[in-house]
């Protein structure tokens, strides 16, 4: 038969310092990206926003072209009505 007693193992991690170091920096740099990534994302939609108002007051002024296009195509032919051109 097999005796049967404790075995005990040590194990020692060289450099455990170093590592720790590595990761914070990892994790600074990750922060840091993170922070550069958000900061243009509120540009672009802030970018954006500008954008729309302009498209909106563009559009709101063709409208008014387009209407007074419409009344100027009126007039004439009321004109040419009653001069009978």
Not at 11 to 23: C, D, N, S, Y
Not at 70 to 80: E, F, K, P, Q
């Amino acid at each position: 038969m097999t005796e049967r007693g404790t075995i005990s193992q040590r194990i020692a991690l060289e450099g455990a310092e170093e590592i720790k170091r590595m990761l914070a920096e990892i994790g600074q740099t990750g922060e840091k990206a993170f922070e550069q990534v958000q900061g243009a994302v509120e540009k672009a939609q802030s970018n954006l926003a500008k954008v729309s108002a302009a498209v909106e007051g563009v559009e709101k002024q063709v409208g008014k072209v387009a209407a007074a296009g419409r009344n100027l195509v009126g007039a004439i032919t009321a004109a040419s009505v009653l001069l009978r051109v």
